[in-house]
């Protein structure tokens, strides 16, 4: 069976703790002789990966690149409106012409249905990096930033405040209860959480011991965090909306006060792009308790074992 990571819970949690695992031995090993490199093909020639791009990006296509490249293969970065995607062929076309020449597909792009689409044909794994739902790639490498800096995941509170509806509230909600992590999200009631996903991390954190918990009040979700974390408030596809998406996030800011409401220690994380004054405050981001390169730079390390880790079950 060909394994893929469209959502957090696509991985259960022994096989989360394994990527986990993996991505901090690869941190460790980079660039020495103990580096795997399975994209190499017995013949010395590199496989391909592509990497797909329907919305823009810095990280994820650095990270990607990158992370292929140093896996011994070749990342064919290709930007959606370059392709004949753009122009409507079809997904599932797309996905019989890649899969035959390609060892994995990595997309970025806007409905969860097209990544669910291309998974239902492909006989290579596919990989979101993004969709208007979920950023499964993102949550592993916000999850080895935590790890790495409070030893363990299990147990820790994990406050996020801002858009509770977008893909970054609902990849910590299932990513974070798979991780046996309390997940709060606080967001205004209009912005809230999907309840499928509400309902099924929830499921989640029952058999791992986390929890989950919606509110609409920033305070009680920010109180004793030991991570905090936000997100722009205007995603990729609603800039649009810009005007009349900032003022009901304004008392969700990641600010000095909603700091002080977290642990002593609490780490702070943002997937980036950043908007300072906006859903963080500049103090807080660059201030001693923020993790954000660290965890930027972990977007390398994670995704490397993802593509190692399906490439090895599928
Ligand atoms: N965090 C993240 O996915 O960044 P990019 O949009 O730059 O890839
Ligand atoms: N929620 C943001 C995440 C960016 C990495 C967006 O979708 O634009």
Redesign the pocket.
């Known amino acids: 069976m060909t394994r893929h990571l469209l959502r957090d819970d696509d991985l259960s949690p022994a096989e989360q703790a394994e990527v986990l695992a993996l991505a901090d031995e690869l941190k460790r090993t980079r660039h020495t002789e103990a580096a795997p490199t399975p994209l190499r093909a017995p013949n010395g020639v590199p496989r391909a990966v592509a990497v797909l791009f329907d919305?823009p990006?810095t990280?994820?296509r650095v990270s990607f690149s990158v992370g292929v490249a140093e896996l011994g293969g070749y990342p064919l970065v290709v930007d959606g409106g370059a392709s004949q995607l753009g122009r409507g062929e079809s997904v599932e076309d797309t996905a019989h012409v890649l899969d035959r020449q390609v060892a994995a597909i990595v997309w970025r792009t806007f409905g969860q249905d097209r990544i669910e689409a291309m998974a239902a044909v492909s006989r290579v794994p596919v990989v979101n990096a993004?969709t208007?739902e979920f950023?499964p790639c993102?949550i592993l490498a916000d999850l080895q930033t935590v790890a790495e800096r409070r030893g363990a995941l299990a147990g820790l509170t994990m406050s996020y405040l801002g858009?509770g509806a977008?893909?970054?509230a609902h990849s910590y909600l299932l990513g974070g209860a798979t991780a046996g992590m309390h997940v709060r999200i606080g967001s205004p009631e209009s912005f809230q959480p999907s309840p499928e996903v509400l309902k099924r991390a929830g499921e989640i954190a029952a058999e791992t011991g986390g929890s989950v918990r919606w509110t609409d009040d920033p305070s009680a979700a920010a109180d004793g965090a030991d991570v905090l974390v936000t997100?722009?408030w205007?995603?990729?596809?609603?800039e649009e909306e810009y005007d009349a998406r900032v003022a009901p996030f304004l008392p969700y800011a990641v600010d000095d006060d909603a700091l002080a409401r977290a642990a002593d220690d609490a780490v702070v994380l943002h997937?980036?792009?950043a908007y300072r004054g906006k859903e963080i405050a500049g103090s807080v981001i660059d201030g001693p308790q923020s993790a954000v390169w660290d965890e930027a730079e972990n977007r390398l390390h994670a995704q490397k074992a993802v593509l190692i880790w399906l490439l090895e079950h599928s």
């Open positions: 919305k990006s990280r994820t993004l208007d950023h993102q858009d977008n893909n970054m997100d722009t205007v995603s990729m596809g609603q997937c980036l792009p």
